[in-house]
């Protein structure tokens, strides 16, 4: 079946550092991939998406490429923020199924 | 616009009693989906709904769970005789339509003691 793999965490950056969080998956057809997060205390909001191969997702800072060859959508962020400090969870949507199959979930802490 | 909503927030219960968790998804999404978090896990697929039917209940974990849909709005997911496995956050979350972004709710806290 589908999957996400993405890097374990925490991962621990000082602020204005280069952020990038790998994301890698397994999916039958072409799925829609996206980039969710949570913020302490709040509830899952969408950060990002790409619906089709080579497509940049980008918000708040945020980029994700769609790479098919290589089956990513690793997140990047040029300088951090001590406001980014969150869970980031990527995901697919697959072109048969009726679900979003989610990563574990990785921790971002930015330190000021 | 409004967004997704759920209540209750929070919800602490007793093993063995039956719980309802109620969502009201953002109004014209036709599709929509409950999901459920354990503590230091990642995101489990429970149910979708098309409209007021459930074409996947495959996510639900045994026939204590259940979930309706009415009138394209509001659904609830019933837990029947709880158990402490079942504590986690219970998010629900809607699209326009099967395969456009999800956009999810604050979510439900159970705690079964």
């Known amino acids: 079946g589908d999957s996400v793999t993405q890097m374990e965490g925490p991962v621990t950056l000082s602020e204005e550092a280069f952020l990038t969080i790998n994301c890698t998956y397994t999916a039958t057809g072409y799925p829609s991939l996206f980039w969710y997060v949570q913020y302490p205390g709040e509830g899952l909001q969408l950060l990002l998406k790409?619906?089709?191969?080579?497509d940049k997702g980008s918000n708040k800072g945020f980029e994700a490429t769609y790479r098919k060859e290589t089956t990513s959508f690793h997140l990047e962020k040029g300088s951090v923020q001590v406001s980014d400090s969150a869970v980031y969870f990527c995901?697919?949507?697959?072109?048969?199924?009726?679900?979003?199959?989610f990563g574990a979930g990785t921790i971002l802490r930015v330190k000021s | 616009g409004a967004g997704v909503s759920q209540s209750p927030s929070n919800k602490v219960t007793e093993k063995g009693k039956d719980v309802e968790l109620r969502c009201d998804p953002i109004s014209g999404h036709t599709a929509l989906y409950w999901y459920r978090q354990r503590l230091g896990q990642g995101l489990e697929f429970l149910i979708y709904?098309?409209?007021?039917?459930?074409?996947?209940k495959s996510g639900l974990p045994s026939d204590r769970f259940s979930a309706e849909r009415t009138g394209e709005s509001v659904s609830t997911l019933t837990i029947q005789r709880t158990q402490q496995e079942d504590s986690a956050v219970y998010l629900c979350?809607?699209?326009?339509?099967?395969?456009?972004?999800?956009?999810f709710g604050p979510g439900t806290r159970l705690l079964v003691l």
């Open positions: 709904f098309q409209g007021n039917s459930a074409p996947d």
């Open positions: 979350a809607s699209s326009f339509d099967r395969g456009e972004t999800q956009y």
């Open positions: 790409a619906t089709k191969a080579d």
């Open positions: 995901a697919l949507f697959g072109g048969w199924g009726n679900k979003l199959v």
